[in-house]
């Protein structure tokens, strides 16, 4: 699974925005990223996205292409799934996003996705907010 936008505290939806995106970088629907230089590209680990990519799976080999987004906001919850066993953890622990920027850990320390819902078992579902 990837990020999908659950719902927000105000009952709005997000709005979809078009940046540009890094030459030669692979995007997936559902994964964390953020600007760098101007672009975008995959947010790291312990860092909170700006953005979840929204579009088609896609490696731009030009330069100047814009592709589809959504803005991370504190008010936005997410649902992903665990890359890892997270049972043991509780409602309100913040975990890691997983290297491939679609799923999140059980790695508590430096995390910005915090759990709604207690952790479940690798591949389960992940309900959280970045904060």
Known sequence: MAFEFVRA???????????LATKNEAYVHGEAVKF???KLTKSGATEVPE??????NITPTVSGVKIA?????P????ATTFSADASALKAGAKVTVHT????VTATTT????????DGKA??????????
Do not use: C, H, M
């Open 75 to 78: 008010e936005y919850e997410w």
């Open 100 to 103: 491939d920027g679609a799923q």
């Open 69 to 73: 987004v959504v803005p991370v906001l």
């Open 51 to 56: 953005f979840i990519y929204v579009g088609k």
């Open 122 to 131: 690798s591949g389960k579902k992940a309900v959280g907010r970045f904060a």
């Open 110 to 117: 430096n995390g910005k996705f915090q759990l709604l819902e």
């Open 36 to 38: 760098s230089s101007g």
């Open 9 to 19: 505290e105000q009952d709005t939806a997000p709005i979809e925005k078009e940046l």
